[in-house]
């Protein structure tokens, strides 16, 4: 019998704002002005929460975190277009986006001085705590989706997040494969950040696109320029739309870098150039919505002055919150070893309140 063709697949790439500030206006989606201004705010907000961070993090202010600078057309884009009944499942590097969820600079800033109350979470947010586990997320996601079907909920999607380090998990592929089987309404962002810690994209996958693997299990996939704001916002809502009315899962490729280090326990200048760094800061998400807005006439440097010191002052409010904070004692994290008291956690508590009074006392 001769070999017939069974199939022919192909993956689309989406650009609608180029780095230069220059739209297609045949794919440009129309958005509200009050739309476009609060999405931009929420990027602005989600940068300057981020920078601060990290120097809190070489004060000793805070402990490690992962910074999402570069990032944040990738992840606040579709957050802000999620609704109070869709959940969100995200990872470690979505901050700007839990805070359009509604998380707080607060909240953020107690997790990543290694206290789990700042993962703490009213129920009506249906936002889960920060996943650490590369790509376990989409496991719990797609069982969410398989619930949300299951109990008929109408206009609910799940939306779950991953950089590219994660599509070379188990995980990942089999939380693809029971979406496709399931028809969940799951949303897959992946953020492909082009580096996992120090493994480069092509060292994952030989593959031309992450997006392609989306055809092996039946779903809906595309690749986006993920520093593009407009693509974010057209991919997310049309992937949005599909599985709130029953049309099941997609898979989007955010094509984006991390300008940053992968946490600050880490120093990229071990494994990337600082040309490659700067190419991509000419594609950087914030200055290219911005340009947008100012060819809309909507936007000018006298409303960014006034924005960045109002966010300023905001996330100081946020820094001087949480050091105020007095009632979660430092030593908390010996509480939850062990179900009773052991003597050598015991010896470390000592050990640490020791350490503490003598810093005290030397300040």
């Not at 509200?32 to 201004?37: A, G, I, R, S, T």
């Not at 600078?69 to 009944?85: C, D, F, R, S």
């Not at 057209?234 to 009315?245: G, P, Y």
Request: aromatic share 10%; glycine share 8%; proline share 4%.
């Amino acid at each position: 019998m001769p070999k017939k063709e069974i199939g022919k697949f192909s993956v689309s790439y989406m650009q609608i704002l180029d780095e230069t500030g220059k739209v297609d206006t045949k794919l440009e989606p129309k958005i509200n002005n009050k739309d476009l201004l609060a999405m931009y705010r929420w990027m602005v907000l989600s940068r300057e929460a981020d920078q601060r961070m990290i120097n809190m993090q070489r004060q000793g202010r805070i402990g490690t975190m992962g910074p999402s600078t570069g990032q944040e057309a990738a992840h606040v884009i579709p957050a802000y277009l999620m609704n109070e009944k869709d959940w969100f499942v995200g990872a470690f590097r979505e901050a700007g986006a839990r805070l359009v969820r509604g998380e707080t600079i607060a909240q953020a800033l107690l997790f990543y001085n290694g206290f789990e109350e700042g993962n703490k979470k009213p129920k009506e947010y249906r936002t889960l705590p920060v996943s650490i586990i590369v790509g376990a997320q989409t496991l719990h996601a797609v069982g969410i989706g398989y619930a949300v079907k299951y109990r008929g909920e109408k206009d609910t999607a799940v939306v779950t997040f991953m950089g590219d380090g994660a599509t070379s998990e188990g995980d990942f592929h089999e939380a693809l494969n029971f979406a496709g089987v399931w028809q969940a309404p799951v949303v897959f962002i992946c953020q492909n950040n082009q580096w996992a810690i120090s493994l480069p994209r092509h060292k994952q996958t030989k593959a031309e696109t992450i997006a392609q693997k989306a055809i092996a299990y039946g779903i809906p996939g595309i690749q986006v320029d993920g520093n593009d704001p407009l693509a974010m916002y057209v991919a997310s809502k049309e992937a949005l739309d599909r599985a709130r009315s029953g049309g099941g899962p997609t898979f989007i490729e955010a094509v984006t870098y991390r300008l940053m280090m992968h946490t600050t326990a880490d120093d990229p200048k071990k494994y990337r150039t600082e040309e490659e760094v700067d190419e991509w800061k000419q594609k950087d998400p914030l200055p290219r919505f911005q340009k947008y807005l100012e060819g809309k006439g909507i936007w000018d440097a006298k409303k960014e002055e006034a924005l960045v010191n109002e966010i300023k002052s905001e996330v100081d409010a946020a820094v001087k919150e949480f050091e105020d904070l007095k009632e979660l004692p430092a030593e908390a994290c010996f509480d939850h070893v062990f179900g009773t008291k052991h003597v050598d956690i015991e010896e470390q508590r000592m050990e640490f309140l020791d350490d503490q009074k003598r810093g005290t006392d030397n300040a």
